[in-house]
């Protein structure tokens, strides 16, 4: 099984982000997933017990059979218009990581 993941920085206006990621992105990347991906999990950060700010706001893991169903998902008209739509919300900058699992 292959990986994707996404790690979303602490954004600017987490409300904000929160709003566009449920109510814009997550629709996008529904058509991405449509694309023969297994799905996806996303994970919300909580602060530390001390209150400090967790280091990333989001993780995204989206899993694929493989790397090359993966690559033509993304690569596919809905990948690219999910990857273009992650500057309108991503204030925080986001860290893309893909891997396999053993």
């Not at 990333?56 to 990857?83: F, N, R």
């Not at 204030?91 to 893909?98: A, E, F, M, Q, W």
């Amino acid at each position: 099984m292959h990986v994707l993941t996404a790690l979303y920085g602490q954004p600017a206006d987490p409300a904000a982000f929160d709003e566009y990621f449920i109510r814009v992105h997550a629709p996008l990347a529904q058509r991405v997933l449509d694309r023969g991906l297994r799905g996806a999990t996303i994970t919300r950060f909580r602060p530390e017990p001390d209150g400090t700010p967790a280091a990333y706001h989001l993780k995204v893991d989206i899993a694929a059979d493989s790397a090359e169903v993966m690559d033509a998902a993304l690569a596919s008209p809905d990948g690219l218009a999910a990857a273009e739509d992650v500057v309108n919300f991503a204030t925080g900058g986001v860290v893309i990581l893909r891997g396999e699992v053993d």
